[in-house]
């Protein structure tokens, strides 16, 4: 499966940004969706995931401020972020994996394609 974040940029801190990814290629079946991001001399980290039947689940960091969400007729995910921290900057990645059980478990997805920035100032 392909994947194609869009929507990063600047915000202020206590802004809004909403990102999209688009899924194509071997879509077959129900994928699991979400985001990791990786900040500037930091580990990859987990940042949302979705089932196919919109199940969700946050990392601490974010609950509350990010609403994670899917069109599964488009093959589409979106992570609005809203109370944006200074905190938040990182490259964010859309990911994706066969099973919801698994991400949540390990934080982790299978796979992720080319991320898209997102830059909060203070």
């Known amino acids: 499966v392909q994947l194609q974040a869009s929507g990063g940029g600047l915000a202020q801190a206590g802004g809004s940004l909403r990102l999209s990814c688009a899924a194509s290629?071997?879509?077959?079946?129900?994928?699991?969706m979400g985001w990791i991001r990786q900040a500037p001399g930091k580990e990859r980290e987990f940042v949302a995931v979705?089932?196919?039947?919109?199940?969700?689940f946050y990392a601490d960091s974010v609950k509350g401020r990010f609403t994670v969400s899917r069109d599964n007729a488009k093959n589409e995910v979106y992570l609005e972020m809203n109370s944006l921290k200074p905190e938040d900057t990182a490259v964010y990645y859309c990911?994706?994996?066969?099973?919801?059980?698994?991400?949540?478990?390990?934080?982790?997805?299978?796979?992720w394609g080319k991320g898209t920035q997102v830059t909060v100032s203070s």
């Open positions: 290629g071997h879509t077959g079946g129900s994928i699991v």
């Open positions: 979705i089932s196919w039947s919109g199940a969700t």
């Open positions: 990911a994706a994996d066969s099973s919801y059980t698994i991400v949540v478990a390990t934080l982790r997805f299978g796979s």
